[in-house]
């Protein structure tokens, strides 16, 4: 090929001091993000070193022209016209930006060049390069170098560096062969012909149908706009190429950036338990030897599909790995965002489109920058930015080839903490895949040793298991006898003082015994909310037997059932509940028939119950329908009475309220937690368990503490202030909205999340929470150990969801007459004595940096919306955050393609939220794929008998509701038809109906820009911030145009000016010279001559 430039490729004349072009497909990217996040440093390149010895700031400023000179893409501001059209303005002259900083103090020096390394460019004004050199007290100098990702990239980078190192030396630097601005040129003629279309076709066949977000766990929920904010951990992984993973690369025929890819890949399976993955990655795209020493933005990236299934080894993972890139790299040039237009995902603010996971591999050797007659080294500079959600960096370092690995995240999605623990899990797992590259992956441990042995340490409190020598009947009379005329229950007009309460219970107590109660004896409760259940349950334990609560308002056969499975051979009744009692099979006995004659003689004495002895059988609903009992001992209720004191310090000076269902676990707490105290426990009546009934009682008894539900905590009226003896609210049960703890919390109030399965006696964790803090559940209570584990038992990385395990004196014996089940779900425990246990609970969870237990739903309940993994949760807390809604539920409806999004809200009283205002308020906090599609509006949400939300009973949208593919729909108002018309012209469309979607109709970002500025005028006028953000927001012309009349009702007062750069380019005719446009068709018609390398 000619290098040299045609004839006609003169220098320009006076007149003509500025040329326009095209800009490339990755330009065009950037300049849609760029104006989607203006003013952050998120894609600035930097470099910084250290001088020591001269330095000739002449021969560096007369270095830094030359390559200006040099390099047009270092002489280029962008523009974009006012039809949207984006163009790269080369400046025919230029100087370069140079700024000398002096006396700065040694200490200081670093926090300078991080600050200017994160000043943002304008990209309409320039420079995009700039040099700034700051001389140190101690005599030394930092030069740092920092170019915008529009017109350098790693590569260009490296060539800018050894250009100024050789022109500091005072020689001459060549012409270029060819300038960015030819390539873009080039790119886009061929990209107009369609020479990219087979290799756009090949990556979007690949990743169709794969997941549209991926993501290690959060740390925070998702941002309904993602922001350019990031941090970065960096790591040494050791020997590269030369080393292990050189050797285990080469048996598998790949190459060292084929195995680190496949175990990034690995790492990401594991932390995100997915087996198909999309990994993006960057290609140098200088596969032409003209392109080698051109700066310029060349790097392009492309996506990778991986899979995971099958369980492969590393070694297998790598072959696989291989071969996708292999079939790609015939491919590499094809523009990623004709790949994105292709797949055609809905668009989303909240994520990168196709690729959130990046891998970057640089096996060059490092930036380097030399200045003759002094040593300079290199400064890294790490900047608070990320591009991608998660991104892993790795590069050769040092003269040794060792490889240093730097994790890029985005800060609103990941903590510090949580990253830093990954660096040591990545680090695990690679070296055990490089020991056993034939093991299959789910073989290989990602958690160190001693990371395991720190994590079921801090998780463990089984040493405070509290003494069994006294046991809870015990310890209620130890408190009867020391104050004997304090309130122990209140419920209606009942009022026992702890001397009657226990009068009552022993008489009670005495009766049972005569009717052969014994220790394991079972006896039925089939009573009502009254004072007699309290009582009777208190007498059961007096007497040595266990209790088995019974709900009389269940069916009889369900009734049966448990009578039977649990081998009750005595029911307590009330006048109630006694015909119904009679006709269950089993003898009875009245618990209100308090003029009943005592024993004639006292009934043998019998031994009182031993620590390892039944107190109670409780059943649960049984994923096959049938209820299953939980059978508990002495010991692990007595560690349940004296575990929660940490969390919940109950005194005898206080009221506590009993709300919860007898036959629900909670309500064995509620029970003898306060009267373990001495505190004074009021019942709550059926009609005072909710809203203002609920609020009254709780006012009107001064209670001090309640376990509450949140479902019912949440149907709360405005209490704020109303409740000034209320100290601790507890909850649990279900998942905890943070709009809960923001509503009931006050200063003097603690508000607790208590978990635990009934297997494991009521509650594991507990956790404090306030406001504005994520609502988790907590650490393990005195008696316990809670593990989260992986599927063979062992310990998850941080923040990786696994499986709750809990082990402890608070376990339960297992299910009665369930042998098998008991086996399945009470396993051995690897973590503890010989002989111990743990409850596998079905419930998943992750533990953060900080320790902390997060709950996550159950394992056999996973909810995904077209692939997606969606945390209902989330969804349901946000919708109840609005002052509308008193409360709120979500659930999947429909399946394949029908899939669907449902909200279920209750009003709040007086209110009447529309659709069109809950879409509005959630579409400011959740990303697109989590808002609901339809929502149903209720009077109350169906709810079971122990106060949560029965899912199983919420209705089925109604069918008249609109599906999507709705019809044409004309404008109806100004603002509608101004909209439509603008899209009509962008879209070169007859008709756009208001509810038509911008990118359905063929859309994309470059096309949005054009929208934004012909919207522009308007929302000046408006005083209205109309930003790419908002058009991204609201895709329809309804919504857009409800979105700009909005902002004409409510003009900010603080109005932003518009985005720099807005003014309409020079044009082409205007700007661009004859003897340019020859450079380039010359320039283009050279590479077409040349056939590309593949790398």
């Not at 700066?295 to 291989?322: C, F, H, K, W």
């Not at 079921?456 to 003494?467: N, W």
């Not at 004639?600 to 031993?610: G, K, V």
């Amino acid at each position: 090929m000619d290098a040299e430039r045609p004839a006609t490729a003169e220098a320009p004349s006076a007149e003509a001091e500025e040329y326009e072009f095209p800009v490339s497909d990755a330009q065009s990217r950037l300049l849609v993000l760029d104006r989607m996040n203006p003013g952050t440093a998120q894609y600035n390149v930097p470099a910084a070193f250290a001088v020591r010895g001269p330095l000739d700031l002449g021969a560096l400023t007369r270095a830094l022209d030359a390559v200006v000179a040099r390099h047009e893409s270092l002489r280029t501001v962008f523009r974009t016209a006012a039809d949207g059209t984006q163009a790269q303005i080369v400046r025919a002259s230029g100087r370069a930006h140079l700024t000398v900083e002096k006396d700065v103090r040694a200490d200081e020096a670093e926090a300078l060049m991080r600050a200017e390394a994160a000043r943002p460019f304008d990209p309409a004004a320039g420079p995009l390069l700039r040099c700034t050199v700051y001389a140190v007290d101690d005599g030394s100098h930092r030069v740092l170098l920092v170019a915008h990702h529009l017109v350098c990239d790693g590569w260009s980078l490296g060539v800018i560096l050894r250009d100024v190192s050789t022109a500091y030396a005072g020689a001459d630097l060549p012409e270029l062969p060819l300038q960015f601005p030819d390539y873009a040129a080039w790119q886009r003629e061929r990209q107009a012909a369609g020479a990219y279309s087979a290799a756009v076709a090949h990556w979007a066949e690949r990743l169709r149908g794969a997941p549209e977000v991926l993501s290690p766990p959060l740390d925070a929920p998702r941002p309904a706009v993602r922001t350019a904010a990031g941090g970065s951990e960096r790591f040494l992984l050791g020997a590269g190429p030369r080393g292990r993973l050189g050797e285990v690369a080469r048996s598998r025929g790949a190459t060292p950036f084929m195995a680190l890819f496949a175990a990034y890949a690995a790492f990401l399976g594991r932390l995100t338990g997915r087996d198909d993955l999309v990994i993006g990655f960057p290609v140098s795209g200088r596969d032409r030897p003209e392109l080698q020493e051109m700066a310029g933005m060349l790097t392009n990236t492309l996506a990778l599909r991986v899979d995971l299934s099958g369980d492969p080894s590393y070694g297998e993972l790598i072959d696989r790995v291989r071969a996708a890139l292999l079939a790609g790299q015939p491919h590499q040039d094809a523009p990623f965002e004709s790949v994105v237009n292709t797949l055609a995902p809905a668009r989303d603010t909240s994520h990168d489109p196709v690729v959130q996971l990046v891998f970057a591999y640089d096996d060059d050797t490092e930036l380097s920058l030399a200045l003759t007659g002094a040593r300079v080294e290199r400064v890294v500079l790490d900047l608070d930015t990320a591009k991608f959600d998660f991104h892993l960096h790795v590069e050769r370092w040092g003269t040794a080839g060792d490889l240093s690995a730097q994790f890029i995240y985005r800060r609103d999605l990941f903590e510090a903490a949580t990253v830093r623990a990954w660096t040591h899990n990545f680090r695990a797992l690679l070296d055990a895949a490089l020991a056993r590259p034939d093991a299959p992956l789910a073989v290989l441990d990602a958690v160190p040793d001693d990371e395991r042995r720190r994590a079921v340490a801090a998780a463990d409190r089984t040493a405070e298991a509290a003494p069994t020598d006294r046991l809870v009947p015990d310890l209620i009379a130890d408190v009867a006898a020391a104050r004997p005329d304090a309130t122990a229950l209140v419920c209606g007009d009942v009022r026992l003082s702890y001397r009657e309460l226990l009068a009552r219970a022993d008489t009670l107590a005495a009766r049972l015994r005569a009717a052969g109660v014994r220790p394991g004896f079972r006896v039925g409760l089939l009573l009502p909310r009254s004072a007699e259940m309290g009582v009777a349950a208190l007498a059961v334990l007096r007497a040595g037997g266990a209790y088995v609560p019974l709900d009389q308002a269940h069916p009889h056969a369900r009734l049966a059932h448990m009578i039977e499975a649990s081998g009750t051979g005595l029911l307590v009744t009330a006048e109630e509940t006694a015909e119904q009692g009679a006709g269950l099979g089993a003898p009875c006995l009245r618990a209100d028939d308090h003029e009943a004659p005592a024993p004639t003689a006292p009934p043998e004495p019998q031994a009182a119950p031993a620590p390892e002895d039944l107190a109670y059988v409780l059943f649960t609903s049984g994923s096959t329908g049938v209820p299953k009992g939980v059978a508990v001992e002495h010991r692990a209720l007595l560690n349940l009475t004296r575990a929660v004191r940490p969390a919940f310090p109950v005194t005898a000076d206080d009221r506590v309220l009993q709300f919860v269902s007898f036959g629900f676990d909670v309500a064995v707490s509620d029970l003898f937690f306060p009267w373990v105290a001495g505190a004074e426990l009021h019942i709550a009546r059926d009609d005072e368990r909710l809203g203002d009934a609920l609020a009254a009682r709780l006012r009107d008894s001064r209670i001090t503490y309640v376990f509450l539900p949140p479902s019912a905590a949440m149907l709360l009226p405005d209490v704020h202030g109303r409740l000034p003896h209320l100290r601790t609210l507890a909850v649990g049960g279900e998942a905890c909205p943070a709009e809960l703890v923001e509503r009931l919390s006050e200063p003097g109030r603690r508000i607790v999340n208590a978990y635990g399965p009934s297997e494991a006696t009521v509650y594991a964790t507990t956790a404090d929470l306030r406001p504005g803090e994520p609502v988790v559940i907590g650490a393990p209570v005195p008696g316990s150990r809670v593990h989260v584990l992986d599927a063979r038992l062992r310990t998850v990385p941080t923040g990786v969801t696994g499986e709750v395990y809990i082990a402890g004196a608070s376990l339960a014996r297992g299910y009665i007459g369930r042998p098998g089940m008991t086996a399945e779900r009470f396993v051995a425990d690897p973590y503890g004595p010989p002989g111990s246990r743990m409850y596998r609970t079905g419930d998943l969870a992750r533990i953060d940096a900080r320790g902390r237990l997060h709950y996550l739903g159950r394992s056999d309940s996973q909810v995904k919306l077209r692939g997606i993994r969606i945390e209902l949760g989330e969804v349901e807390a946000l919708l109840a955050g609005h002052p509308d809604v008193a409360v709120a539920a979500a659930a999947v409806r429909g399946g394949g393609a029908e899939q669907r999004l449902v909200a279920y809200v209750v009003h709040r009283e007086g209110a009447a939220p529309s659709d069109d205002t809950l879409r509005a308020h959630l579409g400011e906090r959740l990303p697109g794929y989590m808002l609901p599609e339809v929502y149903v509006h209720l009077d109350e949400l169906p709810l079971n008998r122990s106060g949560k939300i029965d899912r199983a009973r919420l209705p089925e949208p109604a069918a008249e509701r609109q599906e999507a593919g709705r019809p044409y729909t004309a404008p109806s108002t100004a603002t509608e038809r101004h909209v439509a018309e603008v899209w009509a012209r962008v879209l070169t469309l007859d008709r756009v109906g208001v509810h038509d979607n911008f990118f359905d109709l063929g859309g994309n970002s470059v096309r949005l820009l054009s929208v934004l500025d012909a919207l522009r005028d308007r929302a000046d006028a408006a005083g209205d911030d109309l930003t790419m953000v908002d058009l991204f927001r609201h895709p329809t012309v309804a919504a857009l145009a409800a979105r700009l009349d909005r902002a004409d009702d409510d003009v900010r007062p603080d109005g932003t000016p518009a985005t720099a750069g807005e003014s309409a380019t020079t044009t082409a005719a205007e700007r661009r010279g004859g003897d340019r446009r020859a450079r380039q068709h010359a320039a283009a018609q050279r590479l077409r001559s040349r056939k590309g390398t593949s790398r």
